[in-house]
């Protein structure tokens, strides 16, 4: 089957792939813009990209409930597998930036630069936030920026050549539209999502306008979904 993604608000997003489910970022409950529930999801594999509550989200019941491996930073990987959170141990990839792990000999998960903070909800060390660079099993290219300001060394996550960015254009805790289009830039992916804006009033974006800038400025095609709507990438 073909490489898919669901938007399901925020910066929630399941990406399936040739029988594989992942899970990015499900803050689902408490979401006013989540497209599903927590116990309507049955992921394969959970990413967290960093300690925020918008972010870790439904992580640890979802990964209970379902036997999901979880993978993070190490500092979110060792928060996971406390008695207060109880996610067994051999469900856990603790990992960190620049280095990557095969997921059920079909999923590839390298974890990239992100600026922003990463404490956890209770106050715990998150370590250092994070976005992903996913290698599906059909070789497409999924980069999720994650909660992250425009930084230059994007040009080098464009350089494995990316079928997919995924970046925030909410502006205020992250990047704004104007930066996420020169992120566009920098990364060159062929296809382009917006997210990490509408949840609250801080973040209130026109994404159409945003799109429609892309189109005029990059030679990235946008996507714009609404929340619980699927984008299936196209192979080269
Ligand atoms: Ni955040
Ligand atoms: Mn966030």
Redo the contacts with the bound molecule.
Sequence with gaps: MATRVRWLGHSALLVESEGRSVLIDPFLTGNPSAAVSADEVSPNLILIS?G?G??VGDAVAIAKRTGATVASNYEISLWLQEPQQGVPAEKVQGLQHGGSFLFDNAVRVKLTLAF??SALPDGSNGGNPCGFVLTLPDGLRIYDAA?TALFGDMALIGEAGIDLAILPIGDY?TMGPEDAVRAVKLLKPRFVLPIHYNTFPPITQDAAAWAERVKAETSAQPVVLQPGEWFTVEGR
């Design positions: 960093h925020h918008d972010h922003h903070g909660d805790y």
